[in-house]
């Protein structure tokens, strides 16, 4: 591994100033499940690294189904998994954590990481748009809010400067008799990356769908929303045969590659068979 400096901030306000004015050569460092791989094979080459262990403010978590969340980006996957309020009021988030790695990955894997890292295949970035959550983002012209559905650019690339830090997410507040779910796909039970992944968030009125959010990963260079399907299904009755047809309209949001994992074939099947089911937990648990 090539040489770097290290700096340990202990707020937000020292990393702020460690990342001004050094360009690409400089790399945040959050459980460094990603990174650390990275820089040990060259495929990214750092002069600098902050390390965010030091800063409190990250591991932010405050909230309720009520007012929203607000979940620091420092906040691990083991956190989403565990606690016992994200269970409650945010299912789909919880259950991508749970899948990330292995447990020692977990306790190390932060949320903002796995977006900043911005790999496909990322699980906790679909739930986090379907939720319509903002990443909160701070440089040294001050903070800037950007929507999750927004965030993304390109294969690890990320709206976010070389001298910004993701922050913190808002997670507005899901309102009543909503569910949401997240499933994925891999040919391994654990310590693999999903084929594909399909986050879904409802909300009922009256037994009618008032909003519904669809984000699928690994089957685009960034995490996609399926908005065909979603707009045949705000304003109907969720019967089996919405979610059928629903499900059938995700695919055509599916840009699958083929790889060795899976042919763009089997993703679009995936697709059609885990936005069916995802869509389908959300209502039991909007309706439980
Ligand atoms: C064995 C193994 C299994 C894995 N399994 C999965 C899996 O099942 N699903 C999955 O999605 N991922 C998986 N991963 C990938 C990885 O664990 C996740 O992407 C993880 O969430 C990354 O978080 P981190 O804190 O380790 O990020 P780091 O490695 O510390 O950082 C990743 C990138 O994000 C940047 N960054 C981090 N935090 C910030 C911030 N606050 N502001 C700006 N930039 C930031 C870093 O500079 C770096 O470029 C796995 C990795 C391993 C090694």
């Known amino acids: 591994m090539r040489r770097f400096e290290l700096v340990i901030p202990a ?28 820089l040990k094979v060259g495929m990214v080459k750092v002069a600098t690294v902050v390390d965010l262990s030091g800063v409190p403010e990250l591991r932010v978590l405050e909230g309720d189904a009520q007012r929203g969340f607000r979940i620091g980006a420092a906040a691990t996957a ?21 899948l990330v790695g292995s447990i020692q990955i977990r306790n190390l894997a932060t949320l903002g990481g796995n977006v900043c890292n911005a790999a496909p295949s990322a699980d906790m970035a679909p739930p986090l748009i379907a ?55 891999t040919p391994r039970r654990e ?32 995490p996609v929303r399926a908005t065909a399907a979603e707009q045949a299904l705000e ?7 919405a979610i059928t047809r629903a499900a059938d309209l995700a695919v055509e949001a599916a840009r699958p590659i083929s ?5 763009a074939e089997f993703r679009r099947h995936l697709v059609r068979v885990l936005t069916r089911r995802s ?10």
């Open 78 to 98: 083991r956190t989403l998994e565990r606690d016992a309020r994200l269970r409650a009021a945010l299912p789909s988030l919880s259950e991508s954590g749970a």
């Open 235 to 241: 304003g109907q009755p969720l019967t089996p045969q």
């Open 279 to 288: 869509l389908t937990i959300a209502l039991e648990r909007a309706t439980a």
């Open 11 to 38: 707020n937000v306000d020292e990393c702020v100033r460690a990342l001004k004015g050094r360009g690409p050569e400089v790399k945040v460092l959050a459980g460094g499940t990603d990174l650390i791989a990275q």
């Open 131 to 185: 939720l319509d959550a903002e990443a909160v983002i701070v440089g040294p012209n001050g903070r800037r809010k950007v929507a999750m559905a927004s965030f993304f650019e390109g294969v690890r690339k990320t709206v976010l400067a070389p001298e910004e830090l993701l922050l913190e997410f808002a997670v507005p507040p899901t309102g009543p008799r909503s569910g949401g779910a997240y499933l994925r796909h």
């Open 191 to 222: 310590l693999d990356i999903a084929v594909v992944g399909v986050a879904a968030q409802i909300a009922l009125t009256d037994g009618v769908c008032r909003k519904v959010r669809i984000a699928l990963a690994a089957v685009a260079p960034t």
């Open 259 to 263: 790889d060795q994992r899976g042919s």
